[in-house]
């Protein structure tokens, strides 16, 4: 493949290698993930997202599938986007996304789009986030299926890491097992006793369009500077939103 010429065939094409025309994209199936529900596939999205991370940047595609993780999804460096389309991924790890979690090196930029995703470990966590720099989550559905999970969990961090700023939540449902008692959260967000820039800080939540059958929906301590607009809660058998020591937000539409 490397050897044929691609041409677009649009006014003003040029010839190019097939091979050049093939990477201008990444697939987590280049890498090895079957998604037949059945394969462990954390190796390949791992191997994808690390090398997407190293051209520069890049989406990393999840073709159709049910894709079997049972190891956490280490978020790289710098501007990769894990776009799961309308596939489905079973989580088996203690956390299944790592958003600059105790990590020197900041994650910047990176997101998670799309996708269905079921939560299938005892007090697991479907993503979490310190040392972060603008992360996004868009269009996801989220099942928690065991005691004690949560879907969200961000901090601050000490000195010398940073706090995950300038994060990002749009179309985003989170649904529980329904069992009250089962100390399920949908997102917690955790400064630290430390000066300002080290805490959670200016996030926008917008259009999460269900959090529902957890104990508890949005849990905030002492995190600061957050627009929060177009919240749907439903069946929280504890309370939807719990503030506790120092937090700023803004609520409009909740």
Not at 164 to 193: E, K, V
Request: aromatic residues 12%; contains cysteine.
């Amino acid at each position: 493949a490397s050897n044929g010429t691609y041409n677009q065939g649009g006014a003003g094409a040029v010839d190019r290698s097939v091979q050049s025309r093939l990477q201008d994209g990444y697939s987590v199936k280049d890498f090895g993930a079957v998604g037949d529900d059945v394969t462990d596939d954390s190796v390949a999205f791992n191997s994808a997202v690390n090398a997407a991370n190293t051209a520069g940047g890049a989406v990393v595609n999840c073709p159709s599938g049910i894709y079997k993780l049972d190891s956490e999804i280490v978020m790289p460096l710098q501007d990769v986007s894990l776009d799961f389309g309308k596939s489905t991924a079973k989580l088996y790890a203690s956390s299944a996304f790592n958003f600059g979690w105790n990590d020197p090196n900041q994650c910047a930029d990176c997101e998670i789009n799309g996708g269905r995703f079921e939560l299938r470990t005892d007090n697991a966590i479907f993503c979490r986030v310190q040392n972060a720099y603008a992360p996004r989550f868009t269009d996801l559905n989220l099942r928690l299926y065991n005691p004690g999970q949560t879907g969200f969990y961000i901090t601050g961090n000490g000195a010398p890491y940073t706090g995950p700023y300038y994060g990002t939540m749009d179309n985003i449902r989170i649904f529980g097992n329904g069992t009250p008692g089962d100390t399920q959260y949908g997102m917690r967000f955790f400064g630290l006793p430390v000066d300002g820039s080290f805490g959670v800080n200016r996030w926008i939540l917008s259009n999460i369009r269900h959090i529902a059958a957890v104990d508890f929906g949005l849990d905030f301590v002492d995190a600061h500077g957050f627009v929060v607009n177009g919240i749907n809660f439903e069946g929280c058998y504890n309370t939807g939103v719990r503030f506790n020591a120092r937090v700023s937000v803004l609520a409009p539409d909740v």
